[in-house]
């Protein structure tokens, strides 16, 4: 993580898990899978980057984070641990993140 926007696109990510209330579903028995678990992962980097819009960061912080991880093709240095980068679909995730980004771009 290089910059304020990024870690506040991390950071939204994690709390809009929070409020998703994505453990919770997990914990109560809803049905999960691979594809289940990405969509949740989408949701929470969309959800946490309008947070972070909110709070006065730019939006384009995820995005230049996901580029970066995807160039490198690997979490080495991109400050992303490599549980968190195995749950996290980059390519698919990057496109779908730009277009639900494009009001804040």
Do not use: C, W
């Not at 678990?37 to 730019?58: H, K, L, N, T």
Request: negative net charge; glycine residues 8%.
């Amino acid at each position: 993580i290089q910059t304020d926007d990024e870690l506040a696109a991390v950071l939204g990510h994690e709390i809009a898990h929070i409020d998703l209330r994505h453990t919770l579903r997990r914990y109560r028995g809803a049905a999960f899978s691979p594809i289940y678990a990405q969509f949740q992962e989408i949701e929470a980097d969309a959800r946490g980057v309008q947070m972070a819009v909110r709070a006065g960061y730019r939006a384009d912080g995820a995005l230049t984070l996901f580029e970066r991880v995807a160039r490198q093709g690997s979490t080495q240095n991109s400050g992303i641990s490599q549980q968190d980068a195995a749950k996290l679909p980059i390519e698919e995730a990057f496109g779908i993140l730009e277009t639900a980004l494009t009001d804040y771009l």
